[in-house]
């Protein structure tokens, strides 16, 4: 089938969006549905509101569509993780060697109102709002406002974790997709600024009040708040379920985040006012049947802990812009190698997201885990081009996540071995050379 002028978006999130602006600067027409109103005008949420964390692979695809000098101004640096002890004391741990790699704090909400406004500048874009895809059914796009509108050209389900599209595409293959739940929740809560219109925290850091099998964190806006959020168990002794009232959430916040309890605003009402939103990670094997085509989180919903939903979802879209670029405009051609090349990076982040949650909420307060940091930095140092860390892989560069994990799996094992005495050097150049050479 023949590439088509016309193409179809469901979801103006964030990937949605984006995704219009590459298509419409390769001068194609893009009608984007969105099931909200307009967030412009309505004071309304922008969906899931976890502070967003930009790095590398989000900030190349902003540039990419030639938007990012807009996005800028609302970024806040994060040059590394502030963990609160139980004690009280913090301590600062950088996310890189290099001065200048950190990740960014943005809203998701402002963030989504550049996107649609640059994408509809683009005169190639037209936003249709309030409108909820109910069902997908022989090249027929069904909303609930009644309306039926024929699938012209390729349609692009960019309508997130809990994708119509994705359904309709599960109908007609014979591999469906899953969603496996983490069996933990998140809360938001906030710090706002103090009399002065100052923060409260220091700015330039994602703070972590790590616990075990829960944990708060919190990232700073531009209004001088922090944006936290409780990730916890959806059930057991400690969790969502057993903090009943006003003086089970205080008592809770009094024991294990002492320091952060007087600074919470509106508290513990907002406790109970703010919604429970759950976490899962959405695997699909299939991304695209004829002229439907899955991107971002209806293809690859993963848990938040690695920062990288949005930044891997607008990977999608420079992935697909290449593929797009190299390719004749043969759409199936096109989607079966995005699909090919994206699918084990989709699953490699997924899992790398779920060990980042256990290395968050327990790992970091750990001197182990101190011990094996300052050996990967050492060896980034000394050895930069064949050794880095891979929590810097995965935020500061483009290497594939695939090739990440993988790369992180050994590096560990080096690092492990290296442990057992003091650095030698010499054993570690001989190490990174036998077991990393077979990735180069």
């Known amino acids: 089938m023949s590439g088509d002028s016309k ?68 970024l806040i640096p994060m040059k590394g993780r502030m963990v609160h002890l139980p004690d009280g004391n913090t301590d600062f741990q950088p996310y890189s060697i290099n001065s200048h790699e950190y990740i960014n704090s943005v809203s998701r ?8 406004t640059v994408a509809e500048k683009t005169g190639n874009v037209n936003i249709h709002f309030k409108h909820t895809l109910s069902k997908a059914e022989s090249g027929v796009l069904v909303f609930e406002n009644g309306k039926r509108i024929e ?88 969790s969502f379920k057993s903090l009943k009232t006003e003086a089970d959430v205080v008592d809770f916040f009094n024991t294990h985040f002492s320091d952060a309890l007087p600074l919470l605003e509106n508290f513990p009402q907002s406790y109970f006012e703010n919604p429970t939103g759950q976490l899962a990670t ?65 699953d490699a982040i997924a899992q790398m997201a779920i060990e980042n949650y256990i290395e968050m909420r327990d790992s970091v307060a750990q001197s182990d885990y101190k011990a094996k940091r300052e050996i990967a930095n050492s060896l980034s140092i000394e050895f930069p081009d064949r050794f880095i860390p891979r929590y810097n892989m995965v935020s500061f560069t483009s290497i594939p996540y695939s090739e990440v994990y993988k790369r992180g799996k050994i590096q560990q094992e080096i690092i492990s071995q290296l442990m057992e005495n003091e650095l030698d050097l010499q054993k570690a150049e001989k190490l990174i050379t036998e077991k990393l050479s077979v990735l180069s």
């Open 151 to 238: 699938a012209e050209g390729e349609v692009f389900g960019a309508d997130g974790a809990g994708s119509v599209v994705r359904q309709y595409i599960d109908s007609n293959s014979d591999k469906l997709s899953k969603s496996e739940p983490l069996g933990h929740a998140y809360k938001e809560l906030s710090i706002s600024a103090d009399a002065a219109g100052e923060f409260k925290l220091e700015p330039n850091a994602l703070h972590i009040w790590p616990r075990g099998q829960f944990m708060l964190i919190g990232l700073p806006n531009t209004d001088r708040s922090f944006t936290c959020t409780l990730f916890m168990p959806n059930e057991g002794d400690v």
């Open 109 to 116: 909400g402002e963030l989504n109102k550049i996107l649609m």
């Open 282 to 346: 959405v695997y699909a094997d299939n991304w695209y049947y004829k002229n439907f085509y899955l991107i971002g989180d209806a293809a690859h919903a993963v848990v938040p802990f690695f920062g990288q939903g949005m930044n891997a979802s607008f990977e999608d879209c420079t992935v697909l812009m290449d593929c797009v670029d190299s390719g004749d405009d043969n759409w199936l051609d096109i989607f079966s190698s995005y699909n090919k090349m994206r699918k084990s990076d989709a």
């Open 7 to 74: 193409k179809t978006i469901i979801g103006s999130g964030l990937t949605g969006p984006l995704l219009a602006i590459m298509l419409a600067n390769r001068g194609y027409t893009v009608d984007l549905y969105e099931k909200r109103a307009d967030l412009r005008k309505a004071d309304i949420s922008a969906g899931r509101s976890i502070n967003l964390a930009l790095s590398h692979r989000g900030i190349h695809a902003l540039k990419s569509a030639n938007v990012f000098n807009e996005i800028e101004p609302l």
